[in-house]
Every structure is written in C-alpha cells, then in structure tokens.
Nanobody, 127 residues
Framework: QVQLVESGGGLVQAGGSLRLSCAASGRTFSIYPMGWFRQGPGKEREFVAAISYTGIRTTYADSVKGRFTVSRDNAKNTAYLQMNSLKPEDTAVYYC????????????????????WGQGTQVTVSS
C-alpha cells in the first residue's frame, strides 16, 4: 500500500518562501512520476507541478512558473516543492500524488492521471 505524507505547510507573509516535502512509502519510489496539486477555498483541485521518475523532466502551471521548483531525492523517497515569492492567491491545501505507472516517460498534469494521494498540507499566505 502506497502512503504519501506531506509536510512543511504553514502561514507565511506574501513574498515569503516555504518548502513542502512528500515522504513516500510502500513502493519503490524512484520508478514512479510524482505530481503536486492544490485546492484553494471554493476552488477545484488544480495542477501545480510534476516531475518524472528520474527527476530530469519537470513541468509547472503557468501561475507558479519561475516561483516554484519541484524536485525529488530518490534515495530518501521524498519529493519536494520549493515555493518562493508566495502570493495570497497561492493559499490552498497542497497535495502530492503518485502516478502508478513504472518508468513513465511522460509528464502527467491532470489529477485524474494520479492514483495515490497524500492527506494534504495547508499553505496560507497573508497579504
């Protein structure tokens, strides 16, 4: 059974930074692509960033491009989302997700493509 546990959320002022972590267990983490999504109050879940199983390929939503960086440490079974220059509109619950396709060579940016999800971590950005 795959378990994903996010951490690192919190309250930060606009312009500040946070780094989210997603610790994975139950699978050989290094062969699966990972994604980050978020859901703001009253909004649909939206794509934030994704990373290939090797960590070489990444993609970002336009709204976070240039501010957020997705990475992974396969030796630690952990994915990260570094968030800089945070804005109030980044306020949301952030989720990491794992796509259950080994050695997947593409980049998945739709939440329907992911099979396992963490419980989420709240990020609140004050103005």
């Amino acid at each position: 059974q795959v378990q994903l546990v996010e951490s690192g959320g919190g309250l930060v002022q606009a312009g500040g930074s946070l780094r989210l972590s997603c610790a994975a267990s139950g699978r050989t983490f290094s062969i699966y692509p990972m994604g980050w999504f978020r859901q703001g109050p009253g909004k649909e879940r939206e794509f934030v960033a994704a990373i290939s199983y090797t960590g070489i390929r990444t993609t970002y939503a336009d709204s976070v491009k240039g501010r957020f960086t997705v990475s992974r440490d396969n030796a630690k079974n952990t994915a990260y989302l570094q968030m800089n220059s945070l804005k109030p509109e980044d306020t949301a619950v952030y989720y990491c997700a794992l796509k259950d396709v080994i050695y997947y060579t593409g980049i998945a940016s739709n939440h329907h493509e992911y099979d396992y999800w963490g419980q989420g971590t709240q990020v609140t950005v004050s103005s």
